[in-house]
C-alpha cells in the first residue's frame, strides 16, 4: 500500500540556530500548507506564474477558508523572475499589505519562482517564514529543498541570494502532469546525480524501469522524488552553508554550467547536468580515481532516460575559460567532485590541462 503521503525532515531540530523543516511528498498534498505555514501566520503572499494561475486561486481559497488572508502575486515566466524589479515588485505587495513578522510567503511554481520567493521572504524585514510548493521536477528535487535563494542580474545568475530555510515543502507530484515531458526528464539528471554520490539504489530503480522513471504518476517517479529529496536533506542537513559536504550536490556541475553559459542558457539545466556527469566520470576515469565500469554507468544510465551524453566538439577553449570562472572554484584551480566508488566522492583539485582536454573529446565524441 502506498501511503498518502510522506515526509522527510531537513536540519535538526535541536540546532539553536533554527532552521529544521518538513518536506511532504504525494499526490494531491496541498492540504499540508496551512500546517506547515504555522498557526501564527496570519497573510500570506502567494508567488507565482500564470502557469500556475488555477492552482494558486484553489491555494488562496484555502487559505481563506482557514481565516488566513491570502494575496496572490503573479511574476514572469522562469528565470523573467529572477529579477531585482520583480523583487521590488513583490515588496511593495507586501508593503501595501502591511505584511509583519508574523505573516509568510509561498512560493508556487518552478526552481525560478521557488528562488524568487525565498529571496522576497529572506529580505523583507530581514527574513519571514516562506512555505515552497515546487511544481517541476527540478524544484521538487533540487531548488526548493535547501534553504538556497536568490536573484540574477545582468551580469550573472544566481549572484544576489541568501540562504533561508522555508518553514516547509510540499511537493505535489500531480503537479508534474502539466510539466513539459522534456523538462521531467532533463531533471532527471538531477536524481541520477544523487544516485552516484549517495544513493546507488535510485541507479538500480532507474535502470529496472526507465520508462516508468519518466512517467509523472508512476509508483516509480514518486520514489526517485523521496530518495533524492532525502539524500539532499541528508546533505543540507549536515552542512547548511555550503562550507563542505554540499559540495558533492556540484556532481558533474562545473562542467554542465560551463555548457549552460556556453550556450547562453538556451539549454535545460539538466541536460547540461546530463554532460556534465559524463564528462566528470570520464575525467575521473583518465585520472585514475573513478573505475571504468563505474565511468561507463553513467553514460547507460543517462542514456537509458534519454538524456544527452555529449556536446559539439568545438567549443573547448570557451569552456575551459566557463569553467575558470565558475563559483566553485579557488583561484585559479579548478575542483572536481570525483567518485572513487560508488556514492564514494572525492576531491580532485588542479588536474593536468591535457586531462580535461581529454575528457572533453571523450564526451564530444558522441
Ligand atoms: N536554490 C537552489 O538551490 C537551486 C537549485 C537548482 C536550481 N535552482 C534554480 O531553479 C531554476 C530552474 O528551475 P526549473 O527548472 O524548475 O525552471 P523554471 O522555474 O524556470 O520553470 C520551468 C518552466 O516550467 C513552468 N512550470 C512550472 N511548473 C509547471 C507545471 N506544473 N506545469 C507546467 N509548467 C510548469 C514554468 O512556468 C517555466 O516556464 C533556475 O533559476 C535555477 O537557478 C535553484
Not at 535538526?12 to 533554527?18: E, I, K, L, S, V
Not at 538524456?307 to 577553449?317: A, E, M, Q, T, V
Request: with cysteine; hydrophobic share 45%; glycine share 10%.
Amino acid at each position: 500500500m502506498t501511503l498518502a503521503s510522506t515526509t522527510i525532515p531537513v536540519g535538526r531540530p535541536d540546532d539553536p540556530a533554527g532552521g529544521a523543516y518538513d518536506v511532504v511528498i504525494g499526490h494531491g498534498v496541498l492540504d499540508a500548507l496551512p500546517g506547515l505555514l504555522g498557526d501564527d501566520v496570519r497573510r500570506v503572499l502567494v508567488v507565482h506564474p500564470r502557469t500556475l494561475r488555477s492552482t494558486a486561486e484553489n491555494v488562496r481559497a484555502d487559505l481563506a477558508a482557514g481565516g488566513v488572508r491570502p494575496y496572490l502575486c503573479e511574476v514572469p515566466d522562469a528565470e523573467d523572475a529572477k529579477t531585482v524589479e520583480v523583487l521590488a515588485s513583490c515588496w511593495s505587495v507586501l508593503g501595501q499589505a502591511g505584511f509583519t513578522r508574523t505573516d509568510a510567503v509561498v512560493g508556487l511554481g518552478g526552481g525560478a519562482t521557488t528562488d524568487l520567493a525565498g529571496f522576497c521572504a529572506a529580505s523583507w524585514l530581514r527574513g519571514v517564514p516562506v512555505v515552497q510548493v515546487p511544481t517541476t521536477l527540478l524544484g521538487m528535487v533540487d531548488a526548493a529543498v535547501g534553504g538556497k535563494t536568490g536573484i540574477n542580474t545582468p551580469e550573472g545568475k544566481n549572484l544576489v541570494g541568501a540562504f533561508h530555510p522555508p518553514r516547509g515543502v510540499i511537493c505535489d507530484l500531480t503537479a508534474l502532469r502539466t510539466l513539459p515531458h522534456a523538462d521531467l526528464v532533463a531533471a532527471l539528471a538531477e536524481v541520477v546525480k544523487c544516485g552516484f554520490v549517495a544513493d546507488p539504489v535510485i541507479l538500480d530503480v532507474v535502470e529496472a524501469d526507465p520508462a516508468a522513471a519518466v512517467a509523472w504518476d508512476s509508483d516509480t517517479l514518486r520514489d526517485l522524488v523521496e530518495r533524492s529529496v532525502a539524500v539532499k536533506a541528508r546533505v543540507v542537513t549536515d552542512d547548511l552553508r555550503e562550507s563542505g559536504l554540499r559540495e558533492i550536490l556540484n556532481y558533474g556541475h562545473t562542467f554542465g554550467h560551463a555548457v549552460e553559459q556556453v550556450e547562453r542558457f538556451r539549454r535545460r539545466h539538466g541536460e547540461a547536468v546530463s554532460v556534465g556527469l559524463v564528462y566528470v566520470a570520464e575525467l575521473g576515469r583518465l585520472a585514475g580515481v573513478t573505475p571504468a565500469p563505474l565511468a561507463g554507468r553513467h553514460r547507460s544510465v543517462l542514456g537509458e532516460l534519454g538524456l544527452p551524453l555529449g556536446y559539439r566538439g568545438d567549443r573547448w577553449p570557451a569552456l575551459l575559460q566557463a569553467m575558470r570562472r565558475d563559483k566553485k572554484t579557488r583561484g585559479d584551480v579548478l575542483r572536481f567532485v570525483v567518485l572513487e566508488e560508488l556514492a564514494r566522492p572525492a576531491r580532485l583539485e588542479g588536474p593536468e590541462p591535457g586531462l580535461l582536454e581529454e575528457a572533453y573529446r571523450l564526451v564530444s565524441a558522441d
